[in-house]
């Protein structure tokens, strides 16, 4: 009998080579490199239930499934989702340990069966009984929720295939292994085989199907990259363990918008919607105090208003100025500083700069870049600003202030929070109307503004 060939596979970036390494010298982990069996069988192919070959169709002929989305119960979860969701359809959740990711699902999962729809919820992490613990307290109980304790693929294939549910939850996708392959559960290879014969079970039978995935200590999700890629929807749980707020973020998503966000709330009974995140994130904003900025942040469909602070002090270490950021790009607020130290003549360079955006939320779009400054102006002048004012732009090399898309998206949601003036690009297009509910201030420069802030 032909022995088996084995190899050793980098368990961080899937790297394989023929002997042991310490050292991974593609992704430079140390200790990653775990041996498994090479040309192992292709599980895919192999739990088809029914069989049976399918004929090309005519894109026309297709039935659309969009009218037949499944509500999570859950409406921010709905929104990340692209407004529900869809048969046969395979998404991935990512986030750290304790953030929430089995409270979602598991508070899904109870609304979703109490409307007569049977889902089917598989851990190979906690007991039944230490579910039914957690489903008491989410109040998540029904009869049309199964509870499924198993980490072999073939058994939960077979459990599946006999019960038929409306929806599938593996909690998490590292812990299943299927026996064709004899690597250690949560390996490359096992992640992989798993994840196909999983997305193949889900199309065939049209049964959604929802994988908890573990990350690594980066907060990439841990496993083979072409997880990601198979999987029809990416969604990443953030937060800080020192706020109770948690953002729902999709990075990927074949059938709605990416880059949309739902806001909850960590509750003792579970997570609570945030239906007007705006709100919440502006309730203890100071009065007052210099540094503090409101800016608009687009994320997905709706914008949110946010606050971002900034503390410019002297710096205590000669020639080292520290520049520390929470929540926005480090690079983009190191190219900011520079901006305002030749275009706006502020001297910077024995500055420790510290910017933070309140809530604990996360934005990158450049549409923010004018209140950073303005942040980072007021804290080093002393100065506050208007906390009726919001600060809208992108800042260039130059220093000019550039438009940023759906403006008026943004002025409008400012609107409906009371605020009374808008600083804006002075070169916008203008679409619609504010001019009796808003003031509305054009600048072309960040001079500009500060002549309005700080004259």
Same mark, same amino acid.
């Given at each position: 009998?032909?022995?088996?060939?084995?190899?050793?596979?980098?368990?961080?970036?899937?790297?394989?080579?023929?002997?042991?390494?310490?050292?991974?010298?593609?992704?430079?982990?140390?200790?990653?490199?775990?041996?498994?069996?090479?040309?192992?069988?292709?599980?895919?192919?192999?739990?088809?239930?029914?069989?049976?070959?399918?004929?090309?169709?005519?894109?026309?002929?297709?039935?659309?499934?969009?009218?037949?989305?499944?509500?999570?119960?859950?409406?921010?979860?709905?929104?990340?989702?692209?407004?529900?969701?869809?048969?046969?359809?395979?998404?991935?959740?990512?986030?750290?340990?304790?953030?929430?990711?089995?409270?979602?699902?598991?508070?899904?999962?109870?609304?979703?069966?109490?409307?007569?729809?049977?889902?089917?919820?598989? /851990?190979?992490?906690? @007991?039944?009984? !230490?579910? +039914?613990?957690? &489903?008491?307290? $989410?109040?998540? =109980? *029904?009869?049309? %929720?199964?509870?499924?304790?198993?980490?072999?693929?073939?058994?939960?294939?077979?459990?599946?295939?006999?019960?038929?549910?409306?929806?599938?939850?593996?909690?998490?996708?590292?812990?299943?292994?299927?026996?064709?392959?004899? /690597?250690?559960?949560? @390996?490359?290879? !096992?992640? +992989?085989?798993? &994840?196909?014969? $999983?997305?193949? =079970? *889900?199309?065939? %039978?049209?049964?959604?199907?929802?994988?908890?995935?573990?990350?690594?200590?980066?907060?990439?999700?841990?496993?083979?990259?072409?997880?990601?890629?198979?999987?029809?929807?990416?969604?990443?749980?953030?937060?800080?363990?020192?706020?109770?707020?948690?953002?729902?973020?999709?990075?990927?998503?074949?059938?709605?918008?990416?880059?949309?966000?739902?806001?909850?709330?960590?509750?003792?009974?579970?997570?609570?919607?945030?239906?007007?995140?705006?709100?919440?994130?502006?309730?203890?904003?100071?009065?007052?105090?210099?540094?503090?900025?409101?800016?608009?942040?687009?994320?997905?469909?709706?914008?949110?208003?946010?606050?971002?602070?900034?503390?410019?002090?002297?710096?205590?270490?000669?020639?080292?100025?520290?520049?520390?950021?929470?929540?926005?790009?480090?690079?983009?607020?190191?190219?900011?500083?520079?901006?305002?130290?030749?275009?706006?003549?502020?001297?910077?360079?024995?500055?420790?700069?510290?910017?933070?955006?309140?809530?604990?939320?996360?934005?990158?779009?450049?549409?923010?870049?004018?209140?950073?400054?303005?942040?980072?102006?007021?804290?080093?002048?002393?100065?506050?600003?208007?906390?009726?004012?919001?600060?809208?732009?992108?800042?260039?090399?130059?220093?000019?202030?550039?438009?940023?898309?759906?403006?008026?998206?943004?002025?409008?949601?400012?609107?409906?929070?009371?605020?009374?003036?808008?600083?804006?690009?002075?070169?916008?297009?203008?679409?619609?109307?504010?001019?009796?509910?808003?003031?509305?201030?054009?600048?072309?420069?960040?001079?500009?503004?500060?002549?309005?802030?700080?004259?």
């Amino acid at each position: 009998m032909q022995k088996a060939k084995r190899y050793f596979s980098c368990q961080a970036c899937g790297y394989q080579t023929p002997k042991w390494l310490g050292r991974c010298p593609d992704c430079g982990e140390w200790n990653t490199m775990i041996e498994e069996m090479a040309d192992s069988p292709d599980l895919s192919r192999g739990i088809i239930i029914g069989g049976g070959s399918t004929e090309p169709l005519p894109i026309t002929d297709v039935e659309s499934g969009e009218g037949k989305r499944l509500s999570s119960g859950i409406s921010e979860f709905d929104r990340v989702l692209g407004g529900g969701i869809v048969p046969g359809s395979m998404v991935l959740i990512g986030g750290d340990p304790g953030i929430g990711k089995s409270t979602l699902l598991l508070q899904s999962s109870g609304k979703i069966s109490k409307k007569g729809k049977t889902v089917l919820y598989i /851990s190979g992490e906690e @007991s039944p009984c !230490q579910i +039914r613990m957690r &489903s008491d307290r $989410l109040g998540s =109980l *029904s009869d049309r %929720l199964f509870i499924l304790s198993e980490t072999r693929l073939e058994d939960i294939v077979t459990r599946i295939d006999k019960l038929r549910p409306a929806l599938i939850i593996i909690d998490s996708v590292q812990t299943i292994y299927t026996m064709q392959i004899q /690597s250690a559960p949560g @390996s490359i290879s !096992q992640v +992989r085989e798993v &994840s196909a014969g $999983l997305m193949r =079970l *889900s199309k065939e %039978l049209g049964i959604p199907t929802f994988l908890i995935g573990h990350v690594t200590k980066d907060g990439a999700i841990a496993g083979p990259r072409v997880l990601e890629h198979m999987v029809d929807t990416v969604l990443y749980f953030e937060g800080d363990r020192g706020h109770s707020f948690r953002i729902l973020r999709t990075v990927k998503n074949r059938f709605g918008s990416t880059n949309e966000i739902g806001v909850f709330e960590m509750m003792r009974d579970g997570l609570a919607e945030v239906s007007n995140p705006s709100e919440i994130f502006l309730a203890e904003r100071p009065s007052g105090i210099p540094g503090s900025v409101v800016v608009s942040s687009i994320e997905g469909t709706r914008p949110i208003m946010l606050e971002l602070q900034s503390l410019v002090s002297a710096s205590a270490s000669f020639g080292m100025p520290r520049r520390m950021t929470t929540g926005v790009d480090h690079n983009r607020v190191s190219i900011l500083t520079a901006i305002l130290e030749k275009r706006a003549g502020l001297h910077l360079q024995g500055e420790d700069i510290f910017v933070n955006v309140a809530g604990g939320i996360k934005i990158s779009e450049p549409a923010t870049d004018l209140g950073i400054v303005t942040a980072m102006a007021s804290s080093f002048k002393n100065q506050p600003i208007d906390p009726q004012t919001i600060v809208i732009g992108e800042v260039g090399l130059g220093g000019e202030v550039r438009v940023v898309p759906q403006i008026d998206m943004r002025i409008g949601e400012g609107i409906k929070l009371g605020f009374t003036r808008c600083i804006i690009p002075k070169n916008r297009i203008k679409t619609e109307d504010y001019a009796d509910s808003i003031d509305m201030v054009e600048v072309g420069t960040i001079g500009d503004a500060f002549e309005i802030f700080f004259s």
